[in-house]
């Protein structure tokens, strides 16, 4: 089967750095993604790592590690609108993408 | 430029109804995947449209099924309603075209759908 863990809750405060952790298990991997939604909204497309190592966005940096089927979600200087509910994702060869059950991070001042 | 496009916004059926939801691609976009996302859920994956056919399908039954029209446009239907799909119906499109490849996804804003 195809599976990924994320924390479900992560709060920090303005101007700090987080980490969003994401596992997968999963065949025919091509990749993984990161998605925000804010409440009643559409996912927005974060980032994409389809090798190993970071990927810098901005504010936004995603890692992966093929080997130890893992990758990070991390966001730096924080600010309120930051707060969203945020999802890793693994792409297969025909674009069909598996979504963890997302993390909600609270952003306070 | 215009995004991702899908209608309606907000929809209520009962029990046993049918339902269309639609949606436009990107601009440039010439695929079209469907997901369902459930309250405190990821979304998850319903079916993808390609060159007007079904290319990829996810667990959901027979009673969920879909259509691409020849300007790129998604339709998805879902007959015998019941209480468990009240959810969020999200469209994303891509461009995949006949090379596979897990190209960036463009969400639109999705259709809740309510059954009472």
């Known amino acids: 089967g195809q599976s990924l863990e994320q924390p479900s809750e992560v709060t920090a405060v303005e101007g700090a750095i987080v980490q969003i952790n994401c596992t997968y298990q999963?065949?025919?991997?091509?990749?993984l993604s990161w998605y925000q939604q804010h409440d009643g909204g559409a996912p927005t497309f974060l980032s994409y790592n389809a090798l190993d190592g970071l990927e810098e966005t901005g504010r936004f940096s995603s890692f992966l590690s093929r080997s130890d089927s893992y990758g990070y979600l991390l966001l730096q200087e924080l600010q309120m609108k930051d707060s969203a509910s945020y999802f890793c994702a693994v792409g297969n060869q025909g674009g069909k993408l598996i979504f963890g059950q997302g993390t909600e991070l609270s952003v306070k001042p | 430029d215009a995004g991702v496009t899908q209608s309606p916004t907000h929809l209520i059926k009962t029990r046993g109804q049918q339902v269309t939801l639609r949606c436009s691609p990107k601009?440039?976009?010439?695929?079209v995947s469907w997901y369902q996302q459930a309250l405190g859920q990821g979304p998850q994956f319903i079916f993808q449209y390609y060159e007007e056919e079904e290319r990829q399908r996810g667990n959901f039954p027979d009673r969920f099924s879909g259509h691409q029209f020849p300007n790129y446009s998604s339709e998805l239907n879902v007959n015998a309603l019941l209480l468990g799909d009240s959810a969020l119906y999200l469209c994303?499109?891509?461009?995949?075209?006949?090379?596979?490849?897990?190209?960036?996804?463009?969400f639109g804003p999705g259709t809740r759908l309510t059954v009472l």
């Open positions: 994303a499109s891509s461009l995949l075209g006949h090379e596979a490849s897990t190209d960036t996804q463009y």
């Open positions: 999963t065949s025919g991997f091509y990749g």
């Open positions: 601009s440039g976009h010439d695929t």
